[in-house]
């Protein structure tokens, strides 16, 4: 049968069951395929916190949704153009979400008066008009692969586990997807089980083959390539880039690298990630508790190498205190805080931008933390590196604010090489450095204000540091008042000087004649510029900048805030850069804040931005 | 090891410009001497040597002491040493503790170090008693303590830091006093000789706040009484005679025993090394409440591979399988799904 083959510039597409389902391991297969074809995408899992939730609940419901496009684009995307639905909870849960006209694919096998009474449905919606206005595909997608998987030794509950692999196979066949990775991938994953490698691979292409036969599907799509820079691309979480620029900071530095951990979500892949790599001179430590596993990380920055520590809010209250330590001993180390919904344990799959203020100021005493953030999944490689370079630099912990939007979120990235990464090389003092040939331990560098990093085994230089006051040079202790006042202004004005080294701001105001400003950090970057780019393509003007360094703020950032008559700040949390940026620059900022535990929909940030430049 | 340099170091070469500012007549001047004129023993340079110390009193130490050092924060000495420890290997860590900071606060750093066997000395000073905060109970203080925050006598009943120790299964446990500087010099040896965590119990005068907590052990009238002092091999006699003795009972269990003839078999004999840790548990449950039938010396040294020494060798065997270079980060950096825009 000839199918038709309609060109679409994007396509949103949303894939959802139970959270026992392998949604996730689906929408990474199907985001491989497509990075792997060439088209620009954005990735958006969204999984429950119970590994295994009710099954047929809407609390149990996990999904994943992949934007890909012939064009570069920001985001997910904000409401599906097709959504796969593996039962009746994952359908009620996600159609509040679709367009009109949106496509629906629902696997009708759970569609009994039991399941659907159990989620409120009185009869079946896929048969009493709910859903007019939506292109519905009743797909009887448990049969089907249970038909497919016949001939195998399979019982009906495993071969019953491969509807995914169907439904993969009929989106690779409707997007014309290439498969043969896929194939390769259920090989490898499934190498001690060939039976179970086997039944995935015929659902798959029955699924295909579904597609490519039956009448209903009648239209196969095509989303062309993106163009973007040369180079050797691939797809990349930002966990993943995360723990990689981690380690290709140990490798520019020459430093061996130590991770101090304890698992918590969402970052716990960072500490699995580094520690497959040990051959690399890493050594993960899965310690007691958080406060050990930034006790260790410590101990480990004050023996030479380059300390890292990973958690989330509720692990990063947990380490304040040795926080603070760190501060007042000035040894390089960096904190991950992959955010997460708060507060206490909150929404630990979920995404929030909250704990910025904690990273700020959670610590007892005036205890300057400089912090860092990624504004997308691939630029977690690249801020991680810009964290170790401010720690190193300045000896000085660094806050590296990613979140959970970010950590499970994927892009296609434009892999670097390692040769062209910036040069992190450091020196350990080797010398006595004090007039009459002691060691000063404080004495500072005057550009950096950076102080010796002495490391145990070099002869000479053997000193005590600690948490109580020190005096200036000799860090010896000293309750002294003018001494405390000095050394408190000195550590501030240590990461305060952090600023000298920053590149100035990119602005974003292609027009030149925005009057609009709108301000963001992290992971909104991505929401933020679609939305920006929706607002000038209906022949407005606004500028963008986004922060990657929150503390210090860049010094241009005064003027360029100056220069618009109003600056909005969209946060996923209740206006915390704002407070900052009002309480610097005495700016009144409009703040517009989102607590969901999902990313921005661009189509409401721009039609709030375009309501603030109407009534300008 | 060949042509071991003697570095001639001396005690006054582990001394360094800073007030020691401990009370008159604290205990814990006496251990840093007994620590300070040990240092040379070790033949280990000055700066490969660190102490690690969390908040008390005691944790003062690593002030007075001429090595690398860091007085950290309340409890986490023990977490702070094994990261360097564990990422340096090549220096020799020592932790001092309090029982307020090791036991309360940080108890739970403590009991992780030492069933990881990192290689740790562990110094805890114990005075039973919080010193640096005035004088408040500790959970090494006896029930029924009055204090500032106890006015009626503190309820909860006391860690034995040596039965804790040991039920973390540490692989070495010993105990000593301030005062008795050769036997504080003689269990710190061992403890330096061991590979992995080390944990010494010293018994320590806050003589400000629990003034006289140890007498007992420390008269002569009364500490031959009340004092076991072992030594691996040796019958557990005690007592100024040697009458006294720990004997195993019919059903197993360790008793104390007064006028034990010469050639009684039931006496036991000290066995360090005794692979099954509640051996040296029942010893350390000889002791009552107010320290009488104190065992003093090693409880229990046994070999089993280091943390530290296990983690190099995981970084090890990963390095020789395929070496950490750039050529391997760049191909990690790819992974196997890439695609190359011209
Ligand atoms: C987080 C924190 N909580 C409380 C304190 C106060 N504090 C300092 S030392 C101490 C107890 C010390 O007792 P111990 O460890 O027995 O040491 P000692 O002074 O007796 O040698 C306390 C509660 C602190 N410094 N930090
Ligand atoms: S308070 Fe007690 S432990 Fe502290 S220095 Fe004084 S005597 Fe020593
Ligand atoms: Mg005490």
């Excluded at chain 1, 979140?403 to 296609?412: Q, T, V």
């Excluded at chain 1, 939305?531 to 606004?542: D, E, F, K, L, V």
């Excluded at chain 1, 535990?597 to 603030?612: N, R, S």
């Excluded at chain 2, 001497?33 to 040379?40: I, L």
Aim: charged share 20%; with cysteine; aromatic share 8%.
């Amino acid at each position: 049968m000839s199918k038709t083959v309609e060109q679409l510039d994007r396509v949103v597409i949303r894939i959802a069951g139970d959270s026992g389902d392998g949604m996730q391991l689906t929408g990474d297969r199907f985001t491989a395929e497509t990075a792997l074809f060439g088209n620009d995408l954005s990735t958006l899992p969204n999984f429950p916190a119970e590994i295994r939730a009710p099954q047929g609940t809407l609390a149990g419901v996990s999904s994943f949704q992949l934007h890909f496009a012939d064009h570069d684009i920001l985001t997910p995307g904000d409401r599906p153009d097709v959504l796969v639905a593996m039962n009746p909870a994952a359908l009620k849960a996600n159609i509040g979400d679709l367009p009109k006209g949106a496509t629906l694919i629902v696997d009708t096998h759970d569609f009994t008066e039991r399941a659907l009474a159990r989620i409120g449905w009185a009869s079946n919606p896929l048969e009493d008009g709910t859903f007019e206005g939506f292109v519905v595909h009743a797909v009887e997608l448990t049969k089907l692969t249970l038909d497919a998987l016949a001939d195998t030794a399979l019982s009906r509950k495993d071969a019953g586990r491969s509807k995914n692999m169907f439904a993969l196979g009929l989106l690779s066949w409707m997007y014309s997807r290439p498969t043969e990775n896929t194939l390769n991938f259920v090989r490898q994953k499934f190498a001690s089980k060939p039976e179970i490698a086997e039944a995935n691979i015929l659902a798959f292409k029955a699924g295909w083959n579904y597609g490519e036969t039956t009448e209903a599907f009648a239209v196969q799509y095509e989303v062309k390539p993106a163009p973007q820079v040369t180079g050797t691309y691939r797809n990349i979480s930002g966990n993943l880039a995360l723990a990689y620029g981690l380690i290709a900071a140990a490798r520019r530095s020459g430093l061996p690298m130590f991770l101090g951990a304890y698992p918590i979500t969402p970052a716990s892949d960072i500490l699995h990630e580094l520690s497959k790599h040990k051959r690399f001179g890493i050594r993960t430590f899965q310690a007691e508790d958080e406060i050990a596993g930034i006790g260790a990380t410590l101990g480990a920055a004050f023996g030479g190498a380059l300390g890292v520590t990973t958690s989330s809010g509720p692990g990063i209250a947990l380490k304040g205190e040795a926080i603070g330590l760190a501060v007042s001993l000035e040894l390089p180390m960096i904190i991950c805080d992959i955010q997460r919904g708060g507060p206490s344990t909150g929404l630990p799959t979920k995404t929030e931008q909250s704990d910025l203020l904690q990273a700020m100021y959670g610590r007892n005493g005036e205890a300057p933390v400089p912090i860092v953030a990624p504004q997308s999944p691939g630029d977690c490689f690249d801020a991680a590196i810009e964290a170790a370079r401010i720690a190193l630099t300045y000896r000085t912990p660094v806050f590296l604010l990613s979140d959970g939007y970010l950590a499970n979120g994927s892009e296609p990235w434009l892999v670097p090489s390692v040769a062209e990464l910036p040069d992190l090389t450091v020196e350990y003092a080797t010398e006595p450095n004090g007039p009459n040939g002691d060691f000063l331990p404080y004495l500072r560098d005057p550009e950096t204000l950076a102080r010796p990093w002495a490391v145990p085994g070099t002869p000479g230089l053997e000193h005590r540091v600690g948490g109580i006051e020190k005096a200036d040079k000799t860090g010896n202790i000293s309750y002294d008042p003018d001494n405390h006042d000095f050394m408190v202004r000195t550590r501030q004005a240590k990461v305060d000087g952090i600023a000298r080294s920053l590149p100035p701001l990119a602005v974003d105001d292609p027009d030149g004649d925005a009057r609009v400003l709108v301000l963001g950090w992290g992971s909104t970057y991505g929401p933020i510029g679609a939305a920006c780019r929706q607002i000038r393509a209906s022949g407005a003007s606004i500028a963008q900048v986004h922060l990657r360094n929150i503390n210090p703020f860049p010094n241009d950032l005064g003027d360029i805030l100056a220069r618009y008559e109003k600056v909005v700040i969209p946060e996923m949390n209740l206006g915390q850069l704002a407070l900052l940026i009002r309480a610097k620059y005495l700016v009144d900022a409009i703040s517009v804040t989102q607590v969901r535990g999902l990313p921005f929909k661009a189509d409401e940030l721009a039609e709030m931005l375009q309501g603030v430049i109407e009534h300008d | 090891m060949t042509d071991v340099v003697d570095l001639g170091l001396k005690a006054k070469d582990f001394k360094t410009d800073q007030e020691v500012r401990w009370c008159p007549g604290c205990g814990d001047y006496a251990i840093l001497a007994a620590v300070q004129g040990f240092m040379p023993e070790l033949n280990i340079a000055r700066e490969n040597i660190v102490f690690i110390s969390g908040i008390g009193c005691s944790s003062r130490f690593p002030y007075y002491m001429n090595t690398y050092g860091m007085h950290s924060i309340h409890g986490r000495a023990p977490a702070i040493a094994t990261g360097l420890s564990t990422s340096r290997p090549d220096l020799s860590v020592w932790v001092v503790t309090g029982d307020g900071d090791a036991l309360s606060i940080g108890g739970n750093h403590l009991i992780h170090a030492l069933r990881r066997n990192v290689n740790l000395k562990i110094l805890l000073f114990n005075n039973r008693i919080y010193g640096l905060t005035k004088g408040q109970y500790s959970p090494t203080s006896e029930v029924g303590k009055i204090t500032k925050s106890t006015p009626m006598g503190s309820l909860d009943n006391p860690f034995n830091p040596v039965s804790v120790a040991l039920g973390a299964e540490a692989t070495f446990v010993g105990r000593t006093l301030d005062s008795d500087r050769k036997h504080l010099q003689s269990v710190l040896r061992e403890a330096a000789n061991h590979e992995g965590t080390a944990l010494v119990e010293i018994y320590q005068n806050c003589n400000i706040f629990n003034d006289g907590a140890f007498d007992i052990l420390k008269q002569a009238d009364t500490r031959d009484d009340w004092m076991i002092r072992m030594e691996h091999g040796q019958p557990l006699r005690f007592g100024g005679d040697g009458s006294k003795a720990v004997v195993r009972g019919a059903n197993g269990a360790l008793t104390i025993e007064d006028g034990v003839a010469e050639d009684d078999p039931r006496v036991v004999i000290h066995d360090a090394h005794a692979d099954d840790p509640s051996y040296a548990f029942a010893l350390s449950r000889l002791s009552s409440l107010d320290s009488r039938y104190s065992p003093m010396g090693v409880f229990r040294s046994v070999k089993r591979p280091t943390y530290d020494a296990m983690m190099a060798e995981q970084l090890e065997q990963a390095a020789a399988k395929a070496p950490g270079d750039d050529a391997a980060l760049d191909a990690l950096l790819h992974g196997a799904d890439t695609w190359t825009i011209q």
